[in-house]
């Protein structure tokens, strides 16, 4: 049966999803066992202040990624924060503008900035060649991140930095269980940190951690985390409250018995998207090395107007219009938002890919929450537009579409 652009019910959502489909549903494993865990730390009656699932949690994370120091946070924010000051980066420490905004606010709160350096157009992480063009004697550190699980060029990025006497951070939210050459995301540079925010395909409902092979540099961060206690009533250093509850680190443990299976999943719903959006004229799918270890957690599609008829945001608008709630993940860049923009007004000059890329990323739903048939009628949507993108057009300029979640 060939379909009609009558057939998208474009004002009333579609009827193949009575509730809204969003990007970064929540993960859930095995609830019996996360109650029975929630139990457990209720009777011993430690909620926090680095308890027994904490503990567990912390190693379970350091073996799976091969390293030797796993320090859980309260959210990977804070663990970035942590992190930049037990680097001791000063001054200025370049960033991609093409991430989630806290990478830059990181260091922006504690009065560091950011230097925003442009990405490679296809990689989508940062530019080594760029990175070296932005070096001044107020550098003192570069912070990469390993956008969608995909790994920065960390070989460069080590040489550049070995050669300008910098650190390296990687801000590896999206990158928890994916591999580079074999070797896990979590050992390269100084430090890495991790998100287990509850859109994350881990969850501890909000949480991260800082991994390493530096002791020292361990010790530190275990200290900042805490206020600075070495034990009681012995304060010795400046510190904030990172700590992960025990609450959160049960939701951890379990999330991890689950890894397998979120994986699986999302590996098999990748699949899925790349058959479905095959051969589609202006939707190009990000695709993973599937030679390495990959979560699969993020579907992204880069939308070229001029082939697809329609742009970006017009298609994104037609997808919530069907209660697809495809997200236009890092619009507009860190650069165009506040304090940024108007610190650096003219950043944008020099981050051309950034620009590009942000006006055509979109990401779509996937995930345990989301089923083969889900992405048939997704896929479906977006063919369909393409194939009627005037009438699209049309539509969409013509009468008002709700785009309200
Ligand atoms: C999610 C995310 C963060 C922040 O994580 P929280 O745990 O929510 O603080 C930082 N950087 C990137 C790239 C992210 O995707």
Known sequence: MKQSPSDLALFGGNPAFPEALHVGRPNIGDRERLLERINDL??????????????????????HVGVDHCIAICNATIALEIAVRALEFTGEVIVPSFTFVATAHALQWQEITPVFCDVDRETHTIDPERVEELITPRTTGIIGVHLWGRTCDVERLDDIARAHGLRVLYDASHAFGCSHRGRPIGSFGSA???????????????????????????????????????????????????????????????????????????HQNYLRYREVFDGLQGVRMLSYDE????????????????????????????LWAERVMARRYFYPGCHRMEPYRTYFPNAGLQLRNTELLAERVLTLPTGTAVGHDDIATIAGIIRLAVSHSDHVRELLETRSVSTTP
């Open 42 to 63: 209720l009777d011993r009656r430690w909620l926090t202040n680095q308890g027994p699932y904490v503990e567990e949690f912390e190693q379970a994370i350091a073996r």
């Open 192 to 266: 890495e940190v991790f998100s287990f925010h509850a859109t994350k395909f881990v969850n501890t409902f909000e949480g991260g951690a800082i991994v390493t092979n530096d002791g020292e540099l361990a010790d530190k961060i275990r200290l900042m985390r805490n206020f600075g206690f070495a034990d009681y009533d012995h304060v010795i250093y400046i510190g904030t409250n990172g700590k992960m509850s025990e609450v959160a680190a049960a939701m951890g443990i379990t999330s991890l018995e689950s890894l397998d299976e979120f994986v699986a999943i999302n």
């Open 291 to 318: 030679t390495e270890s990959c979560n699969f957690q993020y579907v992204v599609l880069e939308i070229d107007e001029s082939e697809a008829g329609l742009t970006r945001d017009q298609l994104q608008a037609l």
